[in-house]
């Protein structure tokens, strides 16, 4: 059974960080390129960072460039993003996908984790 599961949201103030974590099983997560993608209340699915199969490129929205920093460790079958200052407007439901840069839902996908962003 395919299983992602996003852990590491929660609420934190406007300049912290949280670092999310996804861990896959049950696919051959070293053969997927990886993403976030991200949905706030009442909006649609924003893609937020994607990252090659083994690590060697990684692509970033504007809106987090600078801010956030996507990785895997495929030992561990583990998609990692470490999101630093944080603004509200990163407040969403954060998920991890396979896939890049395409701003949708790929093949596998996680229930989320929800991220909130507020002093």
């Known amino acids: 059974e395919v299983q992602l599961a996003e852990s590491g949201g929660g609420l934190v103030q406007p300049g912290g960080s949280l670092r999310l974590s996804c861990a896959a099983s049950?696919?051959?997560?070293?053969?997927?390129?990886m993403k976030w993608v991200r949905q706030a209340p009442g909006k649609g699915l924003e893609w937020v960072s994607g990252i090659a199969m083994r690590g060697t490129s990684e692509q970033y929205a504007d809106s987090v460039k600078g801010r956030f920093t996507i990785s895997r460790d495929n030992d561990k079958n583990t998609l990692y993003l470490q999101m630093n200052s944080l603004v509200p407007g990163d407040t969403a439901m954060y998920y991890c996908?396979?896939?890049?840069?395409?701003?949708?839902?790929?093949?596998?996908r996680g229930q989320g984790t929800q991220v909130t962003v507020s002093s």
């Open positions: 996908t396979t896939g890049y840069t395409n701003p949708s839902f790929g093949n596998y």
């Open positions: 049950g696919f051959r997560f070293d053969m997927y390129a």
